[in-house]
């Protein structure tokens, strides 16, 4: 136990996102979304991962590895903070995969969130989405927002997450965090009750099956504000994804509900930064006004970007305006200037000798 607890304080000590003990090298850890090996341990052998962690399981934990050969499970150390463990069998050996849960929240300028962010966050009603890919920081943002809720409004706040990577204390506001496997057992079922349970903010860690959707959609319409993450490269594929997921003749209505409760759609990018110094966000922003509410209601999607282009007087802003910016700035190179642009854009301007 001793020596995993040193492992995952030099890993936090180090910025790291992830700790992973794989049998035939040393501890792994991410950093800034690069693979690098953790200094000062050897490599691991085939039976460490389970005399590190056979402190850690209960009875019951243990048959349930033994019988399905996976298993997760959240901790909470004193001084190292909370963490979510993945433990699987790899060559008739277990190995173990930990998510490292955030210490503290960073502040939205810490993040380079646009202050659009901070009013989305204040709305009292209406769905808020925080989108993109894995490792995007939609989480860092989910939770950011969730911060300043509970730090401003007098609130009861409902959490569904899978996992929890930040413990809210209460501030201003009640909150009730609950965990997809440990406290409640799905995302649909959890929101179901948590309608019950006289919620102002529910925050939804994913929204994954229709039925989570559905569920959203109608707490947004009750007078709820709903945060939620989705796994999409856009504004445009987020309006798709939710409609798509339900059956065809379901879909005029699933967009009329969608026109009318959202609010925002905040897509990230995390780009490495040309001085190797970490990352830096790149964010488009859809705000729903009255043109978008329309072009939702009447299917025309398409249309989108072009109002998310052509709205920066409504806090709107483009990716491709931002990825041009940084590289203009010389925060991010030409190489991952063009990797992430939209594709239909990715033959932009290449300003020779660039930066």
Known sequence: ???LVEMIAEARELGASDLHLTVGVPPIIRVNGEIL????FDQIKAHDVEELMEPMLDAEQKTIFNDQWMLCFSRSLSNLGYFRVSLY????????????GMQEVPTFEELGLPAVVEELARRPYGLVLVTGSTGSGKTTT???MLDLINRERKAKVITIEDPIEFVHRPVQSLMVQQEVGSDVKSFQQALIHALRQDPNV????????????????IA???????????HTNDAVSTINRIVDV???HQQAQVRYQLSSTIQGIINQRLLPRLDKQGRVLACEILIANDAVRALIRENKHHQLENV?????????????????????QGVISYDVFTSFKPRHLAQGTHKEGGH
């Open 308 to 328: 998310i282009a052509t709205g920066s007087k409504f806090s709107m802003q483009a990716l491709e305006n931002e990825l041009q910016n940084l590289y203009d």
């Open 89 to 100: 069998r790899r060559a008739n050996a277990m190995e173990a995969s930990i998510r490292l």
């Open 202 to 217: 529910i925050g939804i860690g994913e929204l994954r099956e229709v039925e989570t959707i559905a569920t959203a959609l």
């Open 142 to 144: 989910f939770n950011s």
């Open 220 to 230: 947004a319409e009750t007078g709820h504000l709903v945060l939620a993450t989705l």
């Open 246 to 248: 339900f059956p065809v």
């Open 37 to 40: 090996t953790l200094p000062g």
């Open 1 to 3: 136990m001793k020596r």
